[in-house]
Structure formats: C-alpha cells, structure tokens
C-alpha cells in the first residue's frame, strides 16, 4: 500500500494523545489507591489532558487532508453499524470532548468528592468523567486498528496483532510523553509514567516483531492463476491496459527499493523500542529534564517510521492487475 | 431477485478496447459529470476510466497464448466494499443488484477502493470522489431508447459480441446458459465475493484426427488400394466380378 502521510499523522499523533490521557488518568488512579503520593497534581492535569486534547486535534486536522472531499466529513458518521471508519469517525470527536471535560474539571477544581465509597474511596467529577474517557480511548484504539484489521484482503493487516500494536504502541508513546511532560513541568510522577512507559513500549516490541514474524511468511491467497482464471504456472502481464498512471498505480504501491524497506524497519526498531527504552532507564540515573524529552521524541519519530512501514509491508491482491504499464 | 451482469468471453475478445472507448464516451457525457483526464494530449497523460483492457501472456515461447483481459467492476454479491464505507454512498442495489457510488455523498477516503481486491474503483481526481462501472444505469432503464439499445454501452460497442449482459439469478437467461453451458467463471473465487461478472475460459479450437482416421480402412474395393483379384473359380467379395 502507498503510505499516506496524512494517515501516519492520524494515528501516530492520536495514539499519543490517547495514551497520554491513559497515564494521566492511571496516575490520578494510583494516587487514589495511595500508591502514589498525592500532591498538588491538579495543574499538572489539567495541563497534560491539555497537551492530549492537542495531540488528539491535531491527529484530527491531518485526517482531514486524507479526505477528496473534506467539506462532507460530517456524513461518514452514518454508517457505524457496518463501518469501523465511521465508528472512527464518531469515537475520535467524543475522546476530544471527554478528555477536554476531565482536564476542565481538574483545571477548574470541581475536585470535591461527590460521594465517599465505604468511608474509603472519594469519588470526585474527574475520577467519573476520566472513566468514560478512558472507555471512549480504548473504543477509539480499537477502531483504529479494525480499520485496518477489518480488510481481509491486506492480510498482513487482518489480524488481532494489528489492534494490539496500535494499543501498545499508542500507550507507550504517550506515557513517554506523560514522562517528558511531567520531567519538564517539574511536577508529576515522573517515575511512575517512565516505568509503565518502558512496560508498554517492551510489551510494544513483543507483539510488533510478533506481526513483523508473521507478516514475513505469510503467502498471497490470490494468484495471477486466481485474478485472470488461467491454469498455467506461467503468466505475465504484458500491459494493464493503461500507459498513463492509474489511481491503481498510486494508492497501492509504495515504490520503494526494498533497501529501503529493510532501512525503515531497522530505525523504527531501534527508535521506537530500543532507544527509548535505553533513555528513559538513563532518565532514572541522571535526573535531565531533556533525556525524557529526547525519548519521547525519537519515539514518534520512529513511530511516523513505523506506521510507514506497516503500509508499504501490506500487499493488495489488486496489484496482479496492475504489474506492468505499456 | 434480479442480478445484472456483464459475461465476458475471454475466446473472443480481441483487446481491440472498444469497449473501453465507448464506457468512457458514454459516461463522460452522462448526468453524473465527467470521467476527467488530466493532459490528455499532453506528456504523461493519465485520467479515470470504469473499464480496461489488460493483456496477459499465458506460457513460454513459443507455447504462448495471448489473453485480453476487460476488467471492471464485477458487481459482487457480497460486495466487500459496500460496508466498509462510512457516509453510505456506496451502496448495492436491492432491485437488480447493480452496485453504485452516490457521487454527492463520497467524501473521497478510499476506503473502498481497498476493500476491492480487483482494484476495480478509482478516485476521480477532479471531482475527488470514488468512481466505479455502473452497468450504464442511465441507459438500461431509458425508455426514450430503442429496446435494443437499452444495454451498457461497452457491450453494444463490442465488435466481436465478447460481452453478454443480462440476469444472472434467470436460469434461462442468455447470461446463465453461456455461464452453464461455456465453463464460466468467477475471478479470485478464495475471497467468496461472488462476483456477478463472469468470464468465459479461452478455448483453443482444435480438429482432433487419430492417425487410423486418416486411412480409409473401412470398403476395400473403393479406388485406393488395389482391388483384390480372386482366382475365376471362386467366388467375388461382392456381386461384382473382378475380371
Ligand atoms: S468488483 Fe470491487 S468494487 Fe465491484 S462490487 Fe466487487 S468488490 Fe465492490
Ligand atoms: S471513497 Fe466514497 S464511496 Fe468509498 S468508502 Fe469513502 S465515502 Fe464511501
């Protein structure tokens, strides 16, 4: 498939955002169980569910670029019985305005507990409003992926690993950035996201390389034999029955070298798991503003890298028809 | 339930892309606007079409055979691109099956065209929405059209009569006796699309002669051969005599 910038934007950038709500509501989560020290972290998020509402909007302006006719995006809201786009499409708006609502309530301070569990467990408006987020960014994580994992066609896509990759890598990317953001606010629990960030981005690495291993020995279901319906182990095309390009030509081919492929699937590996992991363990020996600053970055770099990757290794049955023009 | 369909014999197409000319006559001018081209007489043309005709070579000098190829959309029964789509403007046709793109509802994400595992939509790149073969719905059902003329127009183009259109789902259809009768088939069946289209198989025409048919072996007394010539004291092989 031809990597669409627009798309690797969409993702990369609402995985972060979405992840970096997850850290922000587990920490509050934590420090409700008293497993955290409870500070002053009521700036700090209202803050960062500012910084994810960024994240999530701007994922969502690239979308739009995606689009030929982005005047009518409205309409792709109809069909969520049948459609994971439109579902999408419905969830990712709905996460804006719930992540925006608890960092609101943190910002405003409507942080008095509305009611007491057992004497134990204040239950404030964050703490209700953080759990129907944290549902809506785990729908809109898994809607992402069936966008893709749905399309039986792209078998390199369609299967459950596709779904956990954008899940983990998600999180991990944004509990890197909850790291970085709270190292560079100077308040936060900033060991505590480091932590969970090098647990997401390890378990991250299993199920990539997972799929990478699968992808690799997966054979094509469709033939030449299949597309045309000849019975012959030898068949070439000799022209697709266009010299001009074709929208065919476009969105389905890359048209990278496969140095070039070997080339990316080396940095993302290195960028978005290795490194990473190494700099935010170095983050808990020197105390650096920048270190997990530099983690984070590298790691949406590698991510961008990533989701690159996982287009141009996705091969459509429509390209047999499409394999020599003359 | 009715299912319009084009058949397409593979023996008989020629690659002379007719067909192709005249779809894109035909719904260039239509009511839906136009098929664009962008520099059509100029360097690196390129536009979108409904129909094209690819050639395959089948086989390894000198035992080829050469395959023309008309590709369109097959106007699936599970059609795999129709629920995918989130506005709802592509759709399947519950009265003759015919599966259509409503051209003011496609918002253009192409997410379709990916659903498609023939590669049978393209993005119009001057209207910007998702196009596709119609069976020329704007003619089959034109009653101000001469009855005869009310088919798609790449099959009333076609010079060698490789394209039949009618209803599949009508046992006695002339569509259903070709695929029944002529070893129709349906492109990557492993997907379970159903696709409507059918393609006849090319089919060589060979005159099969056993070397024993080539001597007459069957009246010895016919011209070849010599006749036989029994002594005068016996009797003939047959009425006549040989001497
Ligand atoms: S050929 Fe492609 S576009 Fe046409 S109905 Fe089948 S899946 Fe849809
Ligand atoms: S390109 Fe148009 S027809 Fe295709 S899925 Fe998107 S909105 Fe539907």
């Known amino acids: 498939m031809h990597p669409a910038f627009s798309v690797i934007l969409l993702t990369t950038l609402i995985g972060v955002g979405q992840g970096l709500f997850l850290a922000i509501y587990t920490s509050q989560l934590y420090a409700l169980a008293r497993l955290l020290p409870m500070p002053d972290h009521q700036r700090f998020f209202a803050l960062g569910s500012a910084v994810a509402v960024g994240f999530l909007v701007l994922g969502l302006f690239a979308s739009f670029f995606h689009l030929g006719r982005p005047e009518r995006a409205w309409r792709s809201a109809a069909r969520w019985r049948t459609s994971w786009l439109s579902r999408e499409v419905i969830l990712l708006p709905l996460v804006v305005m719930l992540v925006a609502a608890y960092g609101l309530i943190h910002g405003l301070g409507w942080t008095r507990p509305l009611f007491v569990i057992r004497g134990a467990l204040p239950v404030d408006a964050s703490l209700l409003v953080g759990a129907l987020a944290t549902v809506a960014v785990f729908a809109l994580f898994v809607a992402t992926g069936m966008i893709y994992a749905s399309i039986r066609f792209l078998r390199e896509w369609a299967s459950p690993l596709t779904v956990f990759n954008f899940i983990l890598l998600g999180g991990a990317s944004g509990f890197t950035l909850a790291a970085a953001f709270s190292a560079w606010v100077g308040s936060g629990p900033t060991r505590f996201y480091g932590t969970w960030a090098v647990i997401l981005t390890v378990a991250g690495a299993v199920t990539r390389l997972a799929s990478l291993y699968r992808n690799a020995r997966l054979a094509p279901k469709s033939t030449l034999q299949s597309a045309i319906g000849v019975r012959h182990p030898r068949i070439r095309q000799i022209t697709q029955g266009a010299m001009g390009r074709t929208f065919n030509n476009r969105e389905f081919f890359h048209g990278a070298s496969p140095r070039t492929i070997a080339a990316v699937r080396w940095f993302f590996l290195l960028a978005v798991f290795a490194i990473p992991v190494a700099l935010l363990a170095t983050a808990y020996v020197l105390s650096s503003v920048w270190i997990p600053a530099a983690a984070f970055a590298v790691q949406y770099a590698g991510l961008v890298a990533e989701r690159w990757y996982f287009f141009a290794d996705a091969r459509h049955p429509q390209n047999l028809y499409y394999q020599q023009v003359a | ?243």
Request: aromatic share 8%; glycine share 6%; with cysteine.
């Open chain 2, 1 to 243: 339930m009715t299912q319009l369909a084009l058949v397409i014999d593979l023996n008989v197409c020629v690659g002379c892309h007719a067909c192709v000319t005249s779809c894109k006559e035909w719904n260039t001018s239509g009511w839906a606007g136009p098929l664009a081209d962008f520099n059509p007489y100029g360097p690196d043309p390129h536009g979108t079409f409904f129909n094209r005709v690819q050639t395959f070579e089948v086989g390894e000098y000198p035992n080829t055979m050469v395959v023309h190829f008309p590709k369109s959309c097959l106007h699936c029964e599970e059609p795999p691109c129709v629920p995918v789509c989130p506005t709802g403007a592509s759709y399947k046709r519950e009265e003759d099956g015919i599966v259509l793109v409503d051209y003011d509802k496609c918002i253009g994400c192409k997410y379709c065209s990916w659903a498609c595992p023939y590669g049978a939509r393209e993005l119009d790149e001057h209207q910007k929405v998702m196009k596709k073969c119609t069976l020329c719905v704007d003619r089959i059902y034109d009653e101000s059209l001469p009855e005869a003329e009310r088919r798609p127009a790449c099959v009333l183009a076609c010079p060698t009569n490789a394209r039949l259109f009618g209803d599949v789902h009508d046992p006695d259809s002339e569509v259903s006796v070709a695929i029944r009768e002529q070893g129709g088939y349906a492109l990557m069946p492993e997907w379970g699309t159903k696709p409507a289209n059918h393609y006849l198989p090319r089919r060589r025409t060979e005159l099969r002669i056993r070397p024993d048919e080539l001597i007459r072996a069957d009246n010895p007394l016919k011209k070849e051969g010599v006749p036989p010539k029994p002594p005068k004291d016996q009797p003939t092989l047959d009425e006549t005599t040989s001497w």
